[in-house]
């Protein structure tokens, strides 16, 4: 639930964003079922409505997603019985959400799901996200000032939330901590999308740093305990047998 | 319509989709050494907690430079943690969230 909320209210202020800069309503779902990339589109949105030249858009939207890298190294492994044309198809609908949804899934059952991938990214965010989009940019002008509701602070709470979901010791705990001051950090002297890569890239770096003996695990990947911990919002069928493997195991 | 846009979003989809696809499809990732596995698995935590902390405490002006910021959006963002913490209920998180900070702009508290 607190996904699909995530995805209505983000995709809803976009689709007011984007009408308060001139886009059509093919314009802002094009954005949405073509590029859907949640805070690249914001940022779009800007760019244009600032007259900034597509060259320099494209850039800055390709650096600013450059963190899916990260997600799609991470599914990888869980992922890897899934054909290769699915694989093709299912990276158009990875998004943070679906990245946070879908890792706490696959490690809260001790293996890879299809679908609930597919639940996680179509059903969950991208049909959401795109038909909030549509009820923003054309309910948009009857919201005098959307600002005021607050919806803006979905998106940043919906993050730290699903970071704390997948936090079970002290070295994911310093991972987010440092990712957190290092993408400040940079964002402030290089820009948010370079700050946002580098957070994600040094934090787990420094968590690695953490030895497995002091990381005092609450919940231990793939394991009951960590079942617990991860009570997000896909029921899916269980497979015991493989409930305690790790991607890359091997058996015995 | 605007056809200029729709070509900028497929541009913007050309520029976004080798980043989430090279991880899935380029092979040998399921085999990587444990190490690698370990530096992965940290990825979620720490990319999204940075997405969070920078949407929270960094905004752009209008001259393209970013400053830092604070607000009533930190409060709203540590109550939504303190709540999926607590309860565990993201949704019940961003409700809060979503109150504190629609409160504090009616009360004048932020902009």
């Known amino acids: ?252 | 319509m605007s056809p200029n846009l729709v070509v900028l979003a497929v541009l913007m989809f050309a520029v976004t989709y080798p980043s989430r696809a090279l991880g899935l499809l380029t092979p040998g990732l399921d085999r990587l050494p444990k190490v690698a596995l370990d530096y992965l698995q940290l990825v979620g935590p720490a990319i999204l907690a940075a997405l969070a902390a920078v949407s929270v405490m960094v905004v752009v002006g209008a001259d393209d430079q970013p400053s830092f910021h604070v607000g009533i959006e930190w409060l709203a963002v540590l109550v939504c943690l303190a709540i999926v913490g607590r309860r565990g209920n993201l949704f019940l998180g961003l409700l809060a969230a979503v109150a504190i900070v629609a409160i504090g702009r009616a009360a004048g508290l932020a902009g």
């Open chain 1, 1 to 252: 639930m607190g996904i699909i909320v995530t995805g209505v209210g983000f995709g809803f202020v976009y689709g007011l964003s984007a009408r308060g800069a001139g886009f059509s309503v093919i314009d802002a779902m094009a954005m949405s079922a073509i590029a859907f990339a949640g805070s690249a589109q914001f940022a779009a949105v800007g760019y244009v409505a600032s007259g900034l030249a597509w060259p320099g858009i494209i850039v800055l939207t390709a650096l600013l997603n450059a963190r899916h890298l990260l997600y799609s190294a991470s599914l990888r492994p869980w992922l890897r019985d899934v054909p290769l044309a699915h694989r093709s198809v299912m990276a158009h609908f990875l998004t943070d959400e679906a990245f946070a949804l879908t890792i706490a899934h696959f490690r809260r059952i001790g293996r890879g799901d299809e679908r609930g991938y597919w639940l996680a990214a179509v059903l969950f965010m991208f049909i959401p996200w795109n038909l909030a989009t549509l009820g923003g940019v054309v309910l948009g002008g009857q919201i005098p000032d959307p600002s005021r509701l607050g919806i803006d602070i979905i998106f940043p709470a919906a993050m730290v939330g699903l970071a704390a979901g997948l936090i079970t010791g002290r070295r994911e705990l310093t991972a987010a901590i440092v990712g957190a001051g290092i993408g400040v950090t940079v964002a402030l002297l290089l820009g948010p999308p370079v700050g946002i890569v580098a957070g994600g890239l040094l934090g787990p770096l420094v968590g690695l740093l953490v030895p497995a003996a002091a990381a005092h695990e609450t919940a231990p990947l793939g394991t009951e305990a960590s079942a617990e911990r991860y009570a997000l919002p896909i029921a899916l069928e269980h497979d015991h047998g493989h409930e305690h493997e790790r991607p890359g195991d091997e058996p015995g």
